[in-house]
């Protein structure tokens, strides 16, 4: 080389030896300053209108008893106490019972209700009178058979901890319409909480901000809502606003999500210092709504978690869960069923009609379910069934439902689908598909691959839609 390409080549080689480093650290700065969204709740579109922009989940956690609510089988009857079909239980996975249970015959009368004449239990009368609103799916079928795997494929779309929640992907998907709300709220009823934990509202590998946040069904939503002694509201917000600053200056130089989060989480209590209070007050609404639904404020309730549900999606909240923790009847089926549906028929049916009679029902999808549904076979002496996946019942209401349907057949000892069946893969498919997504093409990639709420399964089912 000349003296000319010796200087040369010695330049560039300590530019890219001294320099490159540094670089590539503004480059990756700026990049994560762009990807590092500043308000991670924004309302966002889809990918085509949606027919639905909010959801409440009735999830009835435990598993209600498909034969004795919805699935009416009178040669179910006729057939009680004798031994089912052998052919019919070959390679049959059971949670508890033996190839020796007898059959269970239905423990309470139907009736039909409805322009499309839908089988409705006794049991459910407030459901029976809105029964021209609802979309009834009996053939849902699931690959889980104990409870804690069920809630989480129902939830998560799949039976293994650490998946994002339908509720989550709602929200990272479209946002909130609530500047004073979480995006995603859960309540809690029964006798405790679900066997899936949190994590049938956690985030999974999504930012936390898309996370449920579980409220309390009386006195401050969530603890430590009020200020301690010696701290009023000026004081608090001072604080806020330089921990804020301190915040983006991290936010800027690392551009991790989470920042974001921490930074939403605290503006969020705050401003639920002032909203919750007002929320959680039912002392305001008209006496004769606290009757509809038979909620009594101060008392907590899964009538008074309709209601708030009601009242948290008047407040653009997009996504409201309610568990209700008590429908795992292997034993004392006639006497717990009573009791669950008093609990919960009329409240349900309550929040239909009055989304309805609000003109929110047309814009807001309502589903209703647990996770599996229960055994033709007696479980536990003579009034108990066991868990049983291949066959339950479902209800959906508004948000682009079509009203009045009646889907799907079992045969006749409500065992086995026979007609359309729906699994759940199908079901958060379509219900994706409502709220305006291609379930296919929400996704977020993650340990070096794109993730779903389907994974690589499911169809939507054109039939459920108007």
């Given amino acids: 080389m000349d003296p000319h390409q010796v200087k040369s080549e010695r330049t560039r080689r300590w530019f890219f030896e001294q320099c490159g480093v540094g670089l590539g650290s503004i480059a990756l700065g700026d990049l994560l300053r762009a990807s590092a969204p500043s308000d991670p709740l924004a309302p966002k579109q889809p990918h085509f209108a949606p027919k639905a922009k909010r959801v409440v989940f009735l999830f009835m956690a435990g598993a209600p008893s498909h034969l004795e609510l919805f699935d009416f089988k009178p040669e179910l009857k006729k057939f009680d106490g004798t031994l089912p079909p052998a052919d019919l239980l070959k390679g049959y996975r059971a949670a508890f019972i033996n190839p020796n249970s007898k059959l ?52 998560t779309g799949t039976m ?27 309540f809690s009823s029964g006798a405790k909480g679900p066997s899936g934990g949190n994590s049938c509202w956690g985030s999974g590998f999504l930012p936390t901000v898309y996370q449920g946040v579980q409220l309390r069904g009386s006195g401050d939503p969530v603890l430590y809502l009020s200020n301690p002694p010696g701290v009023d509201k000026q004081t608090q917000r001072e604080s806020l606003d330089s921990l804020r600053s301190l915040n983006e200056m991290h936010l800027a130089t690392e551009g991790d999500p989470e920042i974001s989060t921490r930074i939403n989480s605290f503006e969020m209590a705050f401003r639920m ?29 899964f009538a008074n978690n309709c209601l708030y549900a009601r009242r948290l999606l ?34 349900a049916a309550a929040l239909v009609k009055d989304l309805k009679q609000r003109g929110l029902l047309d814009d807001t999808l309502v589903i209703w379910g647990g996770e599996f549904g229960r055994t033709p076979m007696v479980q536990g002496g003579s009034d108990g069934r066991d868990h049983h996946p291949n066959a339950f019942t479902m209800w959906m209401a508004g948000g682009g439902i079509k009203p009045g349907l009646v889907m799907g057949e079992t045969d006749e000892l409500g065992f086995n689908v026979t007609k359309d069946r729906v699994h759940v893969h199908d079901l958060h498919a379509t219900l994706l ?27 939507v089912v054109r039939k459920m839609l108007a």
């Fill in 104 to 155: 269970l015959g239905p423990k309470f009368q139907f009736a039909q209700y409805g322009s499309n004449g839908a089988w409705i239990s006794e049991l459910l009368p407030h459901t029976a009178a809105i029964v021209d609103d609802l979309a009834i799916v009996k053939s849902m079928s699931t690959d889980a058979f104990n409870h804690a795997p069920g809630q989480l494929l129902m939830n």
């Fill in 160 to 186: 293994q901890f650490g998946r994002p929640s339908f509720g989550s992907w709602a929200t990272y998907g479209l946002g909130s319409e609530s500047r004073d709300l979480p995006a995603f709220v859960v």
């Fill in 273 to 301: 210092q002032d909203s919750g209070p007002e929320l959680m007050d039912l002392t305001k609404e008209p006496a004769h709504i606290l009757e509809m639904y038979g909620a009594q404020p101060g008392k907590p309730s």
């Fill in 314 to 347: 008047e407040r653009g909240v997009r996504f409201v869960q309610l568990y209700h923790e008590a429908w795992d009847q292997h034993g004392n089926l006639v006497k717990d069923l009573k009791k669950n549906c008093l609990d919960t028929d009329k409240a």
């Fill in 433 to 459: 598909h409502l709220l305006g997504f291609d379930h296919t093409k929400l996704t977020y990639k993650f340990q070096g691959r794109p993730f779903r709420l389907t994974d690589v399964h499911g169809e």
